[in-house]
């Protein structure tokens, strides 16, 4: 069930009514059925994985208490359970179809194949989830270890699928589901829904058909320059609205239930720098990254730039391999990667004669036209077929220059359309808070109860009218 | 107001709210302002009472070509003994959009497809016609539906008349209205084999594959394998459960009055942001533009198959040059125009194919207004009546009534009747 089908719409109205009309104790046990149900309508099967998951992370978690001295062996036992799953799910077929490959390179042998199992939606979220909260345990960020508590972390059904990645220290406290209700919960949510849901259907799945056709690999093959760049831009808004679309929904639904998850982005194209890019995109896999892998890499090999410009190259590649089973987005990581590197070392030159230049205004900007070039270039092996049909597009978007428009007229002036809505959305956030400031001292009444909601229909006309069953969102098979 | 009552209101009111928007229909208003603003031709100019007769022509227009041809078929097996013609197009075909100067007539509009079953008919000249015509059919598209026609002994044409178009050339896809052609096993494996293929359009009927299987999984139906080795991962088509509450509440749903409304006011909101184009931008349906390799590549690809197909099929294939208007060519350069005029040519030499060129053949004053200005595709009832008497007079579908003396007598004084011959 999508968060943009009338199903889960017209479900989640009863579902929040009946979550608020029940007593508090019966609250938790509610969301964990709830969210189980959920999953099932998916897979039924399925359903004992997200589970499994927290059976096993909550039995090496309590070893890891129970058994000091072996903590540290209880919780490499959980992480290597909860990544031989996600590995079995997500990447047998590309391990054993490289290995496959090289072995025939090498004139060992060849033929070597898996049958394809359907990947359990939302694995790769909260596999993430169980290891943090494995590592926490460990680190003694949670002291108080509970079941129930693990089970509604794991499986609270507005992240169960495609994040917010969260922590354990800031759900787990929520998930005693003690706030009272106001107007105020209701509002919050339906602003971030409504918001989702046109992000979705208006902005993202508008631009899905031509970029569809662009990336064709036969298409793609002759397309000029200005229909790469175009696409390279196109998927980037594509993907950011999907993604945000998602992330709005689901902090709504959670916010309906009184749970506040965080946020997952914070206009991210507006970015004057690749780190900022990542302080700003997904955010919550960016921190999770951070904390989870990339510190403790770095605290074991601290001192040499070298082992941090490698480590920074290869968290960001993982990051990309996290995404999906295939070598376009460990090429999307490592440019990451890099982009991150050449800011490092960019950064480093302030200590030297270059001082003044990496302060300069005009490099700011420099870096900000940087940071979205290298940014959508990115875009193209993450969506590309394969690394050949990458080299090709990113050739033509930069050596032996081709105009012209391959794709319909209309493409070019909707991802225009789109982009300029991107360049002021932050302003227009902030016109949107200053006017509900506003309404909220004089006309507190007339903002909640009249004008909202003629916001939100005016959102839900625009999701009804493009509504299109036949799209998902991208960040689903991540 | 206490919590609770102050979210029921909230709720209430914005479905009251989303019913009053409906009603009043915004993008509809906001094409009427946008036209009365920037004076758009008259609404009437393109004609809404038009001749309809299942047995020749595909009526939805590519939206949902199944029934059509079941219907055809049944007519067909009943006139097996005659030569079965189609005529397939785009929207050239059943678009009658007035002239300066000609009246609406309260008779059903007729387009030169029908003009040509009826002369033939009137002749008893065994040729029946069938136009299968849709906006802004690609030639993947012809592709497809050749190759479901060749499938059913009882559609398979005798002659497929292929019209030719510099816009067409730049139109690539299967439209989601003919993907329920998959559901046909035979034309699914076959449609698979042609997505297997190495031919630069094999991608597109790739992704057509894998879109229907998704819409059928959707559906809470059970998906075949038919649809070649797509990356994917199966979400949309595991999520059965899911996707049977979606269909029943869908179906629940589409029983509220005006609620279907919704995929109507999508075109309406399209046509706001079209008329934004033509009117702010000035990028109009006239504008002219150049061909791009990649989709000439596919395109020239896909008419290559279609006369591949052909002769295996011992179809006669003729290619048409479709008219244009002479006030609003469409090519950018003079290089576009002998780029597109030698595709055309080195296509039909090639295959050996016969090539009608009627580019020319319908003067600037038969073409109809479109917004605000010339129409580059659609002409009157003038130039449907030429079109059709110069098809006729041309011996472009049937040859054997020119010997008998059977001439097409116009229904309207034609202002021109040159034509460039054929090629």
Redesign the interface.
Known sequence: ??FN???YL?LL?PAVILF?SFPHSWRRWYVLAVSILFY?????LFVFLPIGICVTTFLCARSMQGDPPRARRWMWTGIVIVLAALSFFKYRGFITHNVSEWLAALGVFRGVSVG?I??P?GISFYSFEAISYLVDVRQKRLQKLDFIDLCLFICFWPHLIAGPIVRARELIPQLKFSVE???S???RG?DRIVWGLVQKNLFANSLA?WI??GF????A????TV?NWFLAVAFGLQIYFDFAAYSNMAIGSAQLLGIRLPENFSFPYHAMTPPEFWAKWHMTLSRWVRDYLFFPINARYAGSPWALYLSLIGVMALVGLWHGAGWGFVLWGIMHGSYLVLYRIWEALRSTRLGPLTTSRYTSWAWRALTLVMVATAWIPFRA?NLHQSAVMMKSMFVGLSF???L???FY?VTLMIGAFVAVEPYLARGRQWLDEALAKRFA?VN???F???I???G??LF????D??T?FIY??F | ?K??L??L???A??????A???TIDP?QQAIQLLDKMYGAAPEWTLVGKLYVDPETQETSHGENPVPSFQRLSEYWSRHAAVRHVYLVGNSQMYMVLLAPGEPLSDNPEKTYPDLLNEFYRAHDSRVEVYRLAAPNITYMEALWYLTYLVQHRELEPNTFVLQLNYETF????IR?GMLTMLDDPNFASMIDKLARND??????FL?ALQ?RR??IA?LGKTTRNDGGEA????????????NQ??T???SQ?DRIPRFSQ??Y??GE?EGVLYRA?VFL?H?KPTTP??L????L??NRSAIEDIANLCREHKIELILVNAPQNPSALLYRTAADHSLYENTIRSIASLHGLPLYDFESAIPASDWGVWIDGPDPIHFGRRGHDLMAKIMIEQEVVSKELQASGATYTTRVAPTLSAVSGND
Not at chain 2, 13 to 18: I, P, R, V
Not at chain 2, 199 to 204: A, D, E, K, V
């Open positions: 069930m999508q089908s009338y199903s017209l109205v608020w099932a309508t998916w897979n039924p394809a359907v990947l939606l209700f106001e107007t919960v209701v509002v339906l058909g569809d056709t064709l690999p036969d298409v093959r002759l397309n000029t229909d077929g012209g428009n391959s319909s007229v209309n002036l009444n909640v109860l009249l909202r909601p003629a939100y229909a005016c839900l006309l009804l009218v493009f509504d069953r036949n998902q689903f098979q | 107001m919590p609770a102050s979210s209101w909230i709720l009111s914005t479905l009251l709210f989303l009053l928007l409906v993008f730049r139109k690539t896809g989601d031919r630069p359009h094999s991608g597109l992704m879109k998704e819409q959707k990356a994917h991962t199966g979400i949309a088509e595991s999520a059965r459960i899911g509450i979606e029943d509440f869908r749903l919704r995929l006011m999508k909101f184009r931008l990028i533009r150049s791009s390799e990649a989709t590549t596919l």
